[in-house]
Structure formats: structure tokens, C-alpha cells
């Protein structure tokens, strides 16, 4: 398996409050992304990283930041959970038009 | 944009059968790569198998391969010999540009003892 964790694995929050979700990779790879997964849509891109400090929309990105301080860590932050950002967010790593290798998923409840 | 279809939500094949899983894909690109991805209950999400769009052969990988129709935009995967260990959903997927990957819906899969 290709070194990515994320976490936490599971949270549950209350609406309006801020959340941070971390991706961390041991494989240097200069791509990572957020993803999110809710039934019936398979995974949908929220926001992606081509290196350091460089970051771009993708999909569904409304409501969501992140940041990218270093090439092994990307966050994900809600700045105001909502209930409709309960999904399973997953983050996946890549090294340019190849194959995106994805972590465990973070469960997020948002009440 | 990209769209990929999986008109299949349900499958089911019996075990050391072999099951053909449906994609369709919409795209105006020349250059890009689809994917099929297995998701076990535990919710990891495994590479299955990987076609290039320029490459005309279809991909393998053991058990399972891929049936490749660009003109038709369509990427069926079929798996032989099922396994036990196969049950999972299945999601097939389409890159191009890097960094747009577009995901279907998912297919079920079941295998039956």
C-alpha cells in the first residue's frame, strides 16, 4: 500500500463549527487530493495540490479550503461544518497522469 | 466535462464464475487514462487495473481485464474465476488533464458461494 494516513478516521461535529482533516504521504509524490464520497455520486474531487503552496478547485469546492505548507502534508478544512458536508472524505496521492493511489477515509458526521 | 456511467448499481455471480461489470465514459479528450477501482467494506479503495486511452491493447492483471472500446467510449472489466474476496463495489474512472478524475457510481458486486 502507498504510505498515506489520514485523520482523523472518524469525527462528528455540530454545524458551524471549523474542521481540519489531514493527509500525510511518505511517498513524495508531488499531486494529493481531497475527495469526498456520498451514495449514488462515487467520489467527487473537492480541491487538489500540485506541490507545495499550489493548490486548484476541483469539482465540488464550495465550502472548502486547503493548504499545502509541505509536499507530505495537505489539509482540508470546513470553515463552517455543515450538515450536507457529511460524507467520507478521502485523500489520494499521484505523481502526474498516472494512477492516484487513495488513503483509508475519514468518516464525518456533521450534526 | 467528463462523465462516467455505471448502469449496473447490482451484480451478482456465482463463485469460480466469471462477471462482466459496465462503463460508459463521455469525453472530448484524446489523451486519458480510466481506471477500475475495488472497494472492499472496509472503504479503502484498491487499483484494480489501468488502460491507457492511446494504447489499443486491453489491459490484464490476472483475473482480471478489460475490454476497451474507445470509439463506443466504453471500458467493461471482467473478472474470471471469481473469488469470495471479490465482493466489493466496483467504481470505474477517468483522468485526463492530470488532475480531473471523474468517478461512476459504482456497482455492487456479490458472489455467491
Known amino acids: 500500500d502507498a504510505g498515506i494516513t489520514q485523520s482523523p478516521r472518524h469525527k462528528v461535529t455540530e454545524t458551524g463549527t471549523p474542521v481540519t482533516l489531514r493527509c500525510h504521504q511518505t511517498?513524495?509524490?508531488?499531486?494529493m487530493y481531497w475527495y469526498r464520497q456520498d451514495p449514488g455520486h462515487g467520489l467527487r474531487l473537492i480541491h487538489y495540490?500540485?506541490?507545495?503552496?499550489?493548490?486548484d478547485k476541483g469539482e465540488v469546492s464550495d465550502g472548502y479550503s486547503v493548504s499545502r505548507s509541505k509536499t507530505e502534508d495537505f489539509l482540508l478544512t470546513l470553515e463552517s461544518a455543515t450538515s450536507s458536508q457529511t460524507s467520507v472524505y478521502f485523500c489520494?496521492?499521484?505523481?502526474?497522469?498516472?494512477?492516484?493511489?487513495f488513503g483509508p477515509g475519514t468518516r464525518l458526521l456533521v450534526l | 466535462a467528463q462523465t462516467v456511467t455505471q448502469s449496473q448499481p447490482e451484480m451478482s455471480v456465482q463463485e469460480a464464475e466469471t462477471v462482466t461489470l459496465s462503463c460508459t465514459y463521455d469525453?472530448?479528450?484524446?489523451?486519458?487514462?480510466l481506471f477500475w477501482y475495488k472497494q472492499p467494506p472496509s472503504r479503502q479503495m484498491i487499483l484494480v487495473i489501468r488502460?491507457?486511452?492511446?494504447?489499443?491493447q486491453n489491459a490484464t492483471e490476472n483475473r482480471f481485464s478489460v475490454n476497451f472500446q474507445k470509439a463506443a467510449k466504453s471500458f467493461s472489466l471482467k473478472i474470471s474465476d471469481s473469488q469470495l474476496g471479490d465482493a466489493a463495489m466496483y467504481f470505474c474512472?477517468?483522468?485526463?488533464?492530470?488532475?480531473?478524475?471523474?468517478f461512476g457510481a459504482g456497482t455492487r458486486l456479490t458472489v455467491k458461494p
Open positions: 489520494a496521492i499521484g505523481d502526474g497522469a498516472e494512477t492516484q493511489y
Open positions: 511517498e513524495n509524490h508531488r499531486y
Open positions: 495540490s500540485y506541490g507545495v503552496k499550489d493548490t
Open positions: 469525453t472530448s479528450e484524446s489523451d486519458y487514462y
Open positions: 488502460q491507457e486511452a492511446y494504447k489499443q
Open positions: 474512472a477517468s483522468l485526463y488533464n492530470n488532475n480531473d478524475m471523474r
